[in-house]
C-alpha cells in the first residue's frame, strides 16, 4: 500500500516560512516523481512543485519561483518543501502527490494546511 504523508503545516506571518515534509512508503522512491500541489478555498487545485527523485530535477509554478525550493532525502523517502517570503495568497491546504516509476499511478497524501496571515 502506498502511502504518502505531509506534515509541517501551520499558522504563519506574512514574510515568514515554513518546510512541508512529505514522507513516502511503498513506492519505488528512487524512481517516482513526487510533487506538491496546493488548494485555497473557493479555488481549484494547482501545481507548486515537483521533483524527479532519480536525478533530482526541480521544477516550480512561477508564483512560488525564488521563494520555495523542493527536495528529497533518499535515506528517509521523504520530499520537503522549504517555503520561504509567504505571503498570504499562498494560504491553502498543501497536497503530496507521488507518480509511479512506470507514470501509469498517481498517489496523494492527505493535506496538510498552511495558512499565512497578513
Known amino acids: 500500500e502506498v502511502r504518502l504523508v505531509e506534515s509541517g503545516g501551520g499558522l504563519v506571518q506574512a514574510g515568514g516560512s515554513l518546510r512541508l515534509s512529505c514522507a513516502a512508503s511503498?513506492?519505488?522512491?528512487?524512481?517516482?516523481?513526487i510533487g506538491w500541489f496546493r488548494q485555497a478555498p473557493g479555488k481549484e487545485r494547482e501545481g507548486v512543485s515537483c521533483?524527479?527523485?532519480?536525478?533530482?530535477?526541480?521544477s516550480y509554478a512561477d508564483s512560488v519561483k525564488g521563494r520555495f525550493t523542493i527536495s528529497s532525502d533518499k535515506s528517509r523517502n521523504t520530499v520537503y518543501l522549504q517555503m520561504n517570503s509567504l505571503k498570504p495568497e499562498d494560504t491553502a491546504v498543501y497536497y503530496c502527490?507521488?507518480?509511479?516509476?512506470?507514470?501509469?499511478?498517481?498517489?496523494w497524501g492527505q493535506g496538510t494546511l498552511v495558512t499565512v496571515s497578513s
Open positions: 502527490n507521488a507518480v509511479s516509476s512506470d507514470k501509469t499511478k498517481t498517489y
Open positions: 511503498g513506492l519505488n522512491f528512487d524512481e517516482a516523481t
Open positions: 521533483i524527479e527523485i532519480r536525478d533530482d530535477s526541480t
